[in-house]
T-cell receptor, first 111, second 112 residues
Framework: DQQVKQNSPSLSVQEGRISILNCDYTNSMFDYFLWYKKYPAEGPTFLISISSIKDKNEDGRFTVFLNKSAKHLSLHIVPSQPGDSAVYFCAAGISNNDMRFGAGTRLTVKP | NAGVTQTPKFQVLKTGQSMTLQCAQDMNHEYMSWYRQDPGMGLRLIHYSVGAGITDQGEVPNGYNVSRSTTEDFPLRLLSAAPSQTSVYFC???????????FGDGTRLSIL
């Protein structure tokens, strides 16, 4: 059962433009949401998170939006840079024991 | 600052062989976990540990065994390797069960 889905396997954007990565979840009990970034041959690294009591969290060029009624979260990267090219995973859960990960979206930022 | 270290990085096994994937962390984290990543799927939790001497099953535990004799180490054992266990395995650790997880660089395992 895929409780967390990232429906776009890949996304390509031009440098300087906005990148929007989307994620949907099915379990309304999930209250903690994260985005991880992964480069080839490396492990995922934490990027940004949001709890269910908020609908937006910003960290520099990265903003995560949470729409609890739609069970949807998105990651905005503005402006996108070539170094942002990576696979992005969203994750949702209550604790690490039940964290569910999406299949990932491969972002390519073209110079 | 090593963080989470996984060995080996690559391994090829024959069906029926056993092996142990090593994971060590130097951050004094209580919580450690093992995930597998397969094409088209997200990371799936195999086993986890909330502290030395305590382990529990995750989402996909069958065919794997773990132990946690020290805070630092959390090895994953494949008892009798099967082709379905071909995957990339990630170990992670966090300060607490609700803490941010730090991942190792993974072990790519192929079973023929």
């Amino acid at each position: 059962d895929q409780q967390v889905k990232q429906n776009s396997p890949s996304l390509s954007v031009q440098e300087g433009r906005i990148s929007i990565l989307n994620c949907d979840y099915t379990n309304s009990m999930f209250d903690y949401f994260l985005w991880y970034k992964k480069y080839p041959a490396e492990g995922p690294t934490f990027l940004i998170s949001i709890s269910s009591i908020k609908d937006k969290n910003e960290d520099g060029r990265f903003t995560v939006f949470l729409n609890k009624s739609a069970k949807h979260l998105s990651l905005h990267i503005v402006p996108s840079q070539p170094g942002d090219s990576a696979v992005y995973f969203c994750a949702a859960g209550i604790s690490n024991n039940d964290m569910r990960f999406g299949a990932g979206t491969r972002l390519t930022v073209k110079p | 600052n090593a963080g989470v270290t996984q060995t080996p990085k690559f391994q090829v096994l024959k069906t029926g062989q056993s092996m142990t994937l090593q994971c060590a962390q130097d951050m004094n984290h209580e919580y450690m976990s093992w995930y597998r990543q397969d094409p088209g799927m997200g990371l799936r939790l195999i086993h986890y540990s909330v502290g030395a001497g305590i382990t529990d099953q995750g989402e996909v535990p069958n065919g794997y065994n773990v132990s946690r004799s020290t805070t630092e180490d959390f090895p994953l054992r494949l008892l009798s390797a099967a082709p379905s266990q071909t995957s990339v395995y990630f170990c992670a650790s966090s300060y607490k069960t609700h803490g941010l997880q730090h991942f190792g660089d993974g072990t790519r395992l192929s079973i023929l």
